[in-house]
């Protein structure tokens, strides 16, 4: 680091130790210290990157120790999540994401939930809930918050009170800022869930979710699934995207993708008399055979979303969900996340407490590959190559999978 990287480190790292200890402060500086030198979460990686005057098993015993301290996770989350608030504005995206920390060749690692125990992993495995703050303008990142459960541990109760718990912590710490989008598993799971629902209907959280066709709202005072009230939804915007897809050659081409969208007030069963926008989009690729593809559907906790202007920037935010939820999973794998092999719960939730803090360090204080287009094509990128014609990059998933053919 140079000197004033250094001095910005050093107040960093007295922010995310506060309330500790001298020797946990210690540990807290080495272990972030030693994860940017190391690109790694091993215990001995981070100690033989330290460079101690000491036998590296030496270091490596005395931060194994402090990693054990207690309640050490709950600080260090703690204190970030108040460094990493104060950068949430108003309307700022924060996206909400739920994925398998999955533990190929674990089996001694507590509270480890067994293969098979988990339907969409293969090996044995832990939760974890992310929230990330993107600008959809300039593509920055900035890790908020990670929190790691086990359906094992005995303070369990079910995943989505896990989800609601980090929810509550960040709208707490940003004193309500920002916008809570919700990737499709966690809306699927947290639309089930009547505290949540009560919580977005009197206000607590502002969110955009996504719907599948199955749930049920109230549209124009009667009950229908979404696929029902979909197709009564006018589209009178239109706007043509971009994406890199993989065309018949095995080469990603530059493909066009014509969207309509329109919205609708509509309101939760359990909660009547709060208003929110069902937002429905169209879409096409010209150039791809054409097929029937089903709508896009979003919903806004915003009431009454009419404005073209906002209606565009929801949509526009959604469709980059999934480059956010891919980009900051490749920033956690650069530190090789997955190959952590600590035995207890705690130092896992510590180890990870303490990773979020180096890559928050490292994109938002160093700004070091600070946005999406860092880590893929499918990015907020307004010229990728000589031309008048605006792009944008902003299709979601379900899209992305449609071949765009020979004919592109």
Request: aromatic share 8%.
């Amino acid at each position: 680091m140079s000197r004033s990287e250094a001095v910005k480190f050093s107040e960093f790292s007295d922010r995310l130790a506060a309330g500790l200890g001298k020797v946990s402060k210690r540990f807290v500086r080495d272990v972030v210290v030693g994860m940017l030198r190391s690109r790694s979460v091993k215990i001995w990686d981070i100690a033989a990157a330290l460079d101690r005057p000491v036998r590296i098993h030496a270091t490596h015993k005395r931060l194994s120790r402090n990693l054990a301290r207690q309640g050490l996770a709950d600080t260090v989350s703690h204190n970030l999540l108040g460094i990493t608030a104060r950068r949430v504005k108003q309307e700022t995206p924060l996206v909400v994401h739920v994925y398998p920390l999955q533990k190929k060749y674990a089996r001694k690692m507590e509270f480890l939930v067994g293969e098979g125990t988990l339907a969409e992993t293969a090996y044995p495995a832990y939760r974890v809930c992310e929230v990330v703050a993107f600008d959809p303008i300039d593509g920055a990142l900035t890790p908020v918050v990670a929190h790691l459960w086990s359906r094992n541990a005995p303070d369990y109760v079910d995943d989505s009170e896990e989800v609601l718990g980090v929810l509550k912590r960040v709208h707490e710490a940003t004193a309500g800022r920002g916008v809570f989008f919700l990737d499709p598993d966690v809306s699927a799971l947290m639309l089930g869930t009547k505290l949540f629902v009560t919580s977005a209907s009197c206000g607590a959280f502002r969110f955009v979710a996504t719907l599948s066709s199955h749930v049920e709202l109230l549209h124009e005072g009667h009950l229908k699934f979404v696929d029902e009230i979909s197709h009564l939804v006018e589209r009178p915007f239109g706007v043509t995207t971009y994406k890199w897809i993989e065309s018949a050659a095995n080469a990603e081409v530059e493909t066009a993708v014509v969207c309509s969208f329109g919205s609708n007030e509509v309101r939760l069963p359990t909660t009547p008399d709060k208003p929110l926008t069902l937002i429905v989009v169209d879409w096409d690729i010209p150039s791809a055979r054409r097929t029937e593809r089903e709508p896009v559907v979003y919903l806004s906790s915003e009431p009454s979303v009419k404005d073209r202007e906002q209606l565009v920037g929801i949509v526009a935010t959604e469709f980059q969900v999934a480059d956010v939820v891919r980009a900051i999973g490749l920033q956690k794998e650069a530190f090789k996340f997955s190959r952590v092999r600590v035995l207890t719960y705690d130092r896992l939730r510590v180890l990870l407490g303490l990773l979020q803090a180096t890559i928050y360090f490292e994109l938002a204080i160093l700004k070091r590959r600070p946005t999406v287009k860092e880590w893929t094509r499918s990015s907020n990128e307004l010229s990728p190559r000589i031309g008048e014609h605006p792009r944008s990059f902003l299709v979601p998933d379900e899209m992305r999978k449609v071949g765009a053919g020979s004919s592109v």
